[in-house]
Structures are given as structure tokens and as C-alpha cells.
């Protein structure tokens, strides 16, 4: 069994930054490919960014282009979200999810373990 858990979240005005982690345990993690997602109230889930196995490859939403970092650790079993530059419709709980088939990609149903969430909430 894959477990994931994140944290980092929390209130930052617009314009700050927070980082998250998601601890990852249970099978060779190392080869899932890992992504980030994040629900608002209201709205369905989307897709956020996302990093290969080898964290050779990641892919982003067109919003977060340039302000939003995605990395993983490996050795620590760890992937990070890196957001600057937060805006208040950045505002959502953010859930990791490991995708065992290893492809990265930006579907949702391609994510076989997700995570309970950690909320990030961003005041004007």
C-alpha cells in the first residue's frame, strides 16, 4: 500500500510564497511519476503540475507557469510544490497523487494513490 502525505499549506497574502511537501511511503515510490492537484470550493478538481520518475520531465497548468516549481527527493521520498508569487485564486486544498504507470501526465484518472490534502489559502 502507497501512502502520501502532504503539509506546507496554510494563509499567505497575495504576492508570498509557500512550499508544500508530500511524503510518499510504502512501494518503490522512486519510479512513479508524482503531480500535484488542487479542488476550490465549488469547482472540480484540476490538474497543477506534475514530475517524471527520474524528475527529468515535469509539466505545468498554464497558470501557474513560472511562479509554481515542481521537484522531487528520492532518496527522501519526498515531492515538493514550490509557489511564489501566490494569488487568491491560487486558494484550494492541494492533494499530491503518485501515478504508478510512471507517465506524469495531467489526468486525473491516470493517479492511482492520492493524498488527504493540505489547504492553501491566499487573502487580496
Known amino acids: 500500500q502507497v501512502q502520501l502525505v502532504e503539509s506546507g499549506g496554510g494563509l499567505v497574502q497575495a504576492g508570498g510564497s509557500l512550499r508544500l511537501s508530500c511524503v510518499v511511503s510504502?512501494?518503490?515510490?522512486?519510479?512513479?511519476?508524482m503531480g500535484w492537484f488542487r479542488q476550490a470550493p465549488g469547482k472540480e478538481r484540476e490538474f497543477v503540475a506534475a514530475?517524471?520518475?527520474?524528475?527529468?520531465?515535469?509539466s505545468y497548468k498554464d497558470s501557474v507557469k513560472g511562479r509554481f516549481t515542481i521537484s522531487r527527493d528520492n532518496v527522501q521520498t519526498t515531492v515538493y510544490l514550490q509557489m511564489n508569487s501566490l494569488k487568491p485564486e491560487d486558494t484550494a486544498v492541494y492533494h499530491c497523487a503518485a501515478d504508478t504507470l510512471g507517465l506524469g501526465s495531467s489526468t486525473a484518472t491516470n493517479y492511482e494513490y492520492w493524498g488527504q490534502g493540505t489547504q492553501v489559502s491566499v487573502s487580496s
Open positions: 514530475i517524471s520518475w527520474s524528475g527529468g520531465r515535469t
Open positions: 510504502g512501494r518503490t515510490v522512486s519510479r512513479y511519476a
